[in-house]
């Protein structure tokens, strides 16, 4: 069973910086993808970034130019840095493994994300 653990979030001011990282463990299959994904209070969980093994990524409309991820295959590791965080950033961020053979999907156990105005 996939393990994904999260660190990096917490409380910024707007304009701010954080960055997320997740460490993936006890993974099958090299081929997937690591993305990160956020859920708002009465909101639905919604992809932020997603980035396959082979490095090719994509964004929500909403976070390209401020946002980027990466990863680190030797560390099985998934990295989220936000820039100019906006009060609608605030979330509970998610981290997600895919197999792309499967299509079997893992989830970490989250992390708040609060941005002041």
């Known amino acids: 069973q996939v393990q994904l653990v999260e660190s990096g979030g917490g409380l910024v001011q707007a304009g701010g910086s954080l960055r997320l990282s997740c460490a993936a463990s006890?993974?099958?299959?090299?081929?997937?993808?690591m993305g990160w994904y956020r859920q708002a209070p009465g909101k639905q969980r919604e992809l932020v970034a997603s980035?396959?093994?082979?490095?090719?990524?994509n964004y929500a409309d909403s976070v390209k130019g401020r946002f980027t991820i990466s990863r680190d295959n030797a560390k099985n590791t998934v990295y989220l840095q936000m820039n100019s965080l906006k009060p609608e950033d605030k979330a509970v961020y998610y981290c997600n493994l895919r197999y792309t053979v499967t299509s079997q999907g893992y989830w970490g156990q989250g992390t708040q994300v609060t941005v002041s105005s």
């Open positions: 980035i396959n093994s082979g490095g090719s990524s």
């Open positions: 006890r993974i099958a299959f090299r081929t997937n993808v």
